[in-house]
């Protein structure tokens, strides 16, 4: 008997493919997904024509899940932030709201400030990097290949928090490593010293990254169940 999921009109990752092969139906999925990256894809697939009003949801979504990473852009690089409250307005139909091509041009200086920040050697880059991308992604979703800049903005977002924590955890972690190598200092072989202690290190910071790039992702499914209640189907 052909399972629900083998009716969808694209084809998933095969990751989100074999969850959804868990599922009993298309709704239940989605009111359980912990995955806003790929509920984003799937709505994005089903968003019509670029600049459409059935496009207002996902690019409200995409914005929202894009402000999750914020706080890594540097103070007082204010594109990627415009970015996305252009793309806003755009999608509420403001009064005076911009035109399409002003969220383009929005957009585009989202992702000037993005490569900006990757020319530049300052501290935590990749996760501003992501942040930039992120935003760009968000503005994206209004005007082009709407599954793909949705996915981009809650991907980018969840990498942005996991480069953070792992900066984060790498340091959280010194005591483990320290409690390590004290340890196995009293081992005959120094080399296995050495190497349980930066295990140890190596294994809180990738940790703390996974549990962070997870968290995020969770946030984007819930701020993409608000938006879209029901499964785009």
């Known amino acids: 008997m052909k399972h629900w999921s083998d009716k969808l009109t694209y084809s998933p990752c095969a990751e989100a493919l074999t969850w959804l092969k868990t ?5 239940t999925a989605w009111n359980k997904s912990e995955r806003g990256d790929w509920m984003l894809y799937h709505a994005g697939k089903l968003a019509g024509e670029p600049g459409s009003d059935a496009r207002h949801p996902l690019v409200l979504a995409a914005c929202e899940c894009a402000r999750l990473v914020l706080p890594h852009v540097k103070a007082g690089e204010n594109r990627p932030l415009i970015a996305i409250e252009t793309a806003e307005r755009w999608a509420r139909g403001e009064a005076n709201a911009p035109s399409l091509q002003e969220v383009r041009q929005a957009a585009d200086a989202a992702d000037a400030a993005y490569a900006s ?4 050697a300052y501290a935590s880059a990749d996760a501003a990097d992501a942040a930039y991308a992120s935003a760009y992604a968000s503005a994206y979703a209004a ?8 996915y981009a903005s809650a991907y980018a977002s969840a990498y942005a928090s996991a480069y953070a924590a792992s900066a984060y955890a790498a340091s959280a972690s010194a005591a483990d490593a320290a409690d ?13 010293a050495a190497a349980a202690a930066a295990y140890a290190a190596a294994a809180a910071a990738a940790a703390g990254a996974y549990a962070a790039r997870a968290k995020t992702l969770a946030i ?8 879209y209640p029901k499964v785009p189907l």
């Open 143 to 150: 005007y082009a290949d709407a599954a793909d800049a949705a």
């Open 180 to 192: 390590a190598a004290y340890a196995a200092a009293y081992a005959a072989d120094a080399a296995a």
């Open 117 to 120: 920040a990757y020319a530049s």
């Open 23 to 27: 599922q009993p139906d298309a709704q």
């Open 220 to 227: 984007c499914a819930d701020i993409v169940r608000k938006h």
